[in-house]
């Protein structure tokens, strides 16, 4: 059975780290595609800076788009907000279960708070959770590192975010080599982040 690397986020915009990770989850691990699950805009919050939904979908569409082994979900778009992510998994299972397996991709930051998601303890028995390094090095705060379903990868450590790229295009700078050539156009061309 082919598996597949759930890799969240909202995606505001995409950038080249995203994809580094990704590529590398894909090509380094027994992950056979990698999905970028586009987190929608919450009904609840009204953060400005968070692009529309559709087009953070299109810019990791565009971003994408020559890799076959890296796609897109909207699966999160149409479920009731906030959501949490053991109910996109059962979602997923429900519509892919006989022809996939999943798993997580997330970076070692968000293992040290993994506890306090909703129903941790069967995401953690049920899915492998593949971890990409952060700068801070401060994965063995978490008491899952050991765990079985925790794989841990040399994925390069890539220190750039999104925060960063709209404040800097914001300001007039150039974030351009920041941003697959695709992503840079589309945001371009729509005047985003300005």
């Given at each position: 059975m082919k598996k597949a690397g759930l890799f969240f986020g909202t995606f505001?915009?995409?950038?080249?780290?995203?994809?580094?990770i990704a590529n590398h989850m894909v090509e380094f691990t027994e992950l056979?595609?990698?999905?970028?699950?586009?987190?929608?805009?919450?009904?609840?919050?009204?953060?400005?800076?968070?692009?529309?939904?559709?087009?953070?979908?299109?810019?990791?569409?565009?971003?994408?788009?020559?890799?076959?082994?890296?796609?897109?979900?909207?699966?999160?778009?149409?479920?009731?907000?906030?959501?949490?992510?053991?109910?996109t998994l059962v979602k997923l299972e429900e519509k892919y279960g006989s022809?996939?397996?999943?798993?997580?991709?997330?970076?070692?930051?968000?293992?040290?708070?993994?506890?306090?998601?909703?129903?941790?303890?069967?995401?953690?028995?049920?899915?492998?959770?593949?971890?990409?390094?952060?700068?801070?090095?401060?994965?063995?705060?978490?008491?899952?590192?050991?765990?079985?379903?925790?794989?841990?990868?040399?994925?390069?450590?890539?220190?750039?975010?999104?925060?960063?790229?709209?404040?800097?295009?914001?300001?007039?700078?150039?974030?351009?080599?920041?941003?697959?050539?695709?992503?840079?156009?589309?945001?371009?061309?729509?005047?985003?982040?300005?």
């Amino acid at each position: 059975m082919k598996k597949a690397g759930l890799f969240f986020g909202t995606f505001n915009p995409i950038h080249i780290g995203h994809l580094v990770i990704a590529n590398h989850m894909v090509e380094f691990t027994e992950l056979d595609e990698v999905w970028f699950v586009v987190t929608p805009k919450s009904p609840f919050k009204s953060k400005q800076t968070l692009l529309d939904n559709n087009h953070r979908y299109q810019m990791v569409f565009e971003a994408i788009r020559e890799y076959p082994k890296l796609k897109v979900s909207t699966i999160e778009f149409d479920m009731p907000q906030p959501n949490y992510t053991i109910h996109t998994l059962v979602k997923l299972e429900e519509k892919y279960g006989s022809e996939l397996g999943f798993a997580l991709i997330m970076g070692a930051d968000n293992l040290i708070h993994f506890h306090k998601w909703k129903n941790y303890e069967m995401i953690l028995e049920n899915y492998g959770i593949f971890i990409y390094p952060r700068v801070s090095g401060e994965l063995q705060k978490s008491g899952l590192i050991s765990h079985n379903n925790i794989h841990l990868t040399q994925a390069p450590i890539m220190e750039i975010s999104s925060t960063f790229i709209r404040k800097q295009h914001h300001e007039g700078k150039n974030i351009r080599p920041m941003l697959p050539e695709a992503v840079w156009k589309y945001l371009d061309e729509m005047n985003f982040y300005r």
